[in-house]
């Protein structure tokens, strides 16, 4: 009698098993985060015009990851290390199959066959060595990379990591140091020059072997024509254009706003900043600055600080830190607009126009101007003179101290004192008796950065008083 044989045999488990185990091998064998390089801080204006930039941790320029490549770049790209890459699935058989009969043909690698793809999962891996055991995990991990991303997404990564020459990683680096300009805006030869750089970029840059980077330029240059992606006046003119000499310097327009930008980052993936800044506004205070710069200095003035913003929006619009390009101090590595200072008498206004839009004053109301003390405070004018009694208005208009303590007094030293922590002043740590009446003539500190928005948060609800959009802070960020 013949029995039943089991559904499942232990052959049939074992295989289905292993399957899984694969499958779920494959599937996590591509890290959730491909690179960890530290990135470049970069800051563009509204215009997206480069303000500056800092060099990597690693002393790498290395931009922050594109979503996607200008289209020149792409087609260069793509025509030169990967002419199938939008059709393969992370690997090209027919690419692998030519390269594996021309380096078994002449006994030495003389192509790679490598995809877009396998050439990131090359650079995640750190370039290891190119064995067999080496390209066939890059040849599993293309394939899982596929997957995972776009093929602009791929193409992006691949652009963003592609080594440049030098310590240059990435299109956008590469552009603003050897072109000085954004990627998007290169021509057909610039962009074939930065497509063909990753091919051997440590012994082919525009620092070395310029002769065969051109070579290698202007052999793409023929493919695009011959392809006719490129008309034949396109093809002359951009053969005729030379390479860069050198990698240049790029150019900081204020070391400070990188310094803020950075310590406003909350992760890496934000090192890449589309600011308000406008940057011929930025240069002309800077130019105020520098034309200021002795006259201060001869009256020990070391420091300065200039913050313009948009009354409307609050948009930042100029941020010059402090002195500008000085040798006489180290000035220029200070940022004023953040560092806490004397409030002095910027405080007054806005207690007048607190006291005013409660009710408390009118502009011609009379205030005592007379010797006064409370304690051990004596305030004074700066004249050291006395008027007996001032108007509201007036006692604003000629900053006079001892009108201000009597209208504190008046007002509330605790209540003023909630009043600017509401409006956004973040320096006053301690209780509104650490301060007393001296708070309106400068016993307290607070930043630039937060004076500026809450003027100019005044000013909008004066000229905008039933469409106050509620904003104090000012805005150096693009929303």
């Known amino acids: 009698m013949n029995r039943k044989r089991p559904l499942f045999s232990i052959k049939r488990l074992t295989l289905t098993?292993?399957?899984?185990?694969?499958?779920?091998?494959?599937?996590?064998?591509?890290?959730?985060?491909?690179?960890?390089?530290?990135?470049?801080?970069?800051?563009?204006?509204?215009?997206?015009?480069?303000?500056?930039?800092?060099?990597?941790?690693?002393?790498?320029?290395?931009?922050?990851?594109?979503?996607?490549?200008?289209?020149?770049?792409?087609?260069?790209?793509?025509?030169?290390?990967?002419?199938?890459?939008?059709?393969?699935?992370?690997?090209?058989?027919?690419?692998?199959?030519?390269?594996?009969?021309?380096?078994?043909?002449?006994?030495?690698?003389?192509?790679?066959?490598?995809?877009?793809?396998?050439?990131?999962?090359?650079?995640?891996?750190?370039?290891?060595?190119?064995?067999?055991?080496?390209?066939?995990?890059?040849?599993?991990?293309?394939?899982?990379?596929?997957?995972?991303?776009?093929?602009?997404?791929?193409?992006?990564?691949?652009?963003?990591?592609?080594?440049?020459?030098?310590?240059?990683v990435g299109i956008d680096a590469a552009s603003w140091k050897y072109f000085q300009t954004a990627s998007d805006n290169l021509s057909w030869a610039q962009a074939a020059t930065l497509a063909v750089l990753p091919n051997a970029p440590a012994i082919i840059h525009p620092n070395k072997n310029r002769n065969l980077l051109k070579n290698k330029r202007d052999f793409l240059l023929k493919r695009l024509f011959d392809k006719k992606i490129i008309d034949n006046e396109s093809y002359e003119l951009a053969i005729d254009e030379d390479i860069p000499a050198k990698a240049l310097p790029i150019e900081q327009h204020s070391l400070q706003i990188l310094n803020f930008l950075e310590k406003k980052q909350k992760n890496r993936e934000n090192a890449l900043h589309f600011t308000t800044i406008q940057l011929s506004l930025q240069q002309r205070v800077e130019n105020v600055l520098k034309r200021k710069q002795n006259y201060l200095f001869s009256n020990q003035i070391k420091n300065a600080a200039v913050i313009v913003c948009e009354v409307n929006t609050g948009n930042v619009l100029a941020y010059v830190a402090n002195m500008p390009n000085t040798t006489k101090s180290a000035a220029k590595f200070v940022d004023c607009i953040q560092a806490n200072r004397s409030t002095g008498s910027v405080l007054k206004p806005i207690l007048y126009a607190s006291m005013l839009q409660e009710g408390n004053i009118l502009p011609h109301s009379l205030i005592p101007d007379i010797p006064v003390?409370?304690?051990?405070?004596?305030?004074?004018?700066?004249?050291?003179?006395?008027?007996?009694?001032?108007?509201?208005?007036?006692?604003?208009?000629?900053?006079?101290?001892?009108?201000?303590?009597?209208?504190?007094?008046?007002?509330?030293?605790?209540?003023?004192?909630?009043?600017?922590?509401?409006?956004?002043?973040?320096?006053?740590?301690?209780?509104?008796?650490?301060?007393?009446?001296?708070?309106?003539?400068?016993?307290?500190?607070?930043?630039?950065?937060?004076?500026?928005?809450?003027?100019?948060?005044?000013?909008?609800?004066?000229?905008?008083?039933?469409?106050?959009?509620?904003?104090?802070?000012?805005?150096?960020?693009?929303?």
């Open 373 to 479: 003390q409370f304690g051990g405070f004596m305030p004074k004018n700066y004249n050291r003179d006395y008027e007996g009694a001032v108007s509201a208005d007036k006692a604003l208009a000629r900053s006079l101290n001892i009108p201000a303590v009597l209208m504190l007094k008046n007002y509330g030293v605790e209540k003023f004192h909630s009043k600017l922590k509401n409006l956004g002043m973040t320096s006053l740590k301690n209780a509104p008796q650490h301060y007393g009446l001296s708070l309106i003539l400068g016993g307290s500190e607070a930043t630039l950065w937060e004076l500026s928005g809450i003027y100019a948060s005044m000013a909008r609800i004066l000229n905008n008083y039933h469409q106050h959009n509620g904003n104090i802070l000012p805005k150096i960020f693009v929303n």
């Open 17 to 168: 098993a292993l399957s899984v185990v694969l499958i779920l091998l494959y599937w996590f064998s591509l890290p959730s985060k491909l690179f960890s390089e530290p990135l470049s801080t970069v800051a563009f204006d509204a215009n997206n015009y480069l303000i500056g930039a800092k060099i990597a941790k690693d002393e790498q320029w290395r931009f922050a990851v594109r979503d996607t490549v200008p289209e020149k770049l792409a087609i260069c790209i793509t025509q030169f290390e990967d002419k199938r890459f939008y059709s393969h699935i992370g690997i090209d058989l027919r690419a692998f199959a030519r390269a594996f009969y021309l380096n078994l043909k002449y006994q030495r690698i003389v192509s790679g066959g490598s995809t877009i793809s396998m050439q990131v999962i090359r650079l995640m891996r750190k370039g290891k060595g190119r064995t067999i055991r080496e390209k066939i995990i890059e040849i599993i991990l293309a394939t899982r990379l596929e997957l995972r991303y776009s093929k602009d997404k791929i193409l992006a990564i691949y652009a963003s990591y592609a080594p440049m020459g030098g310590n240059i």
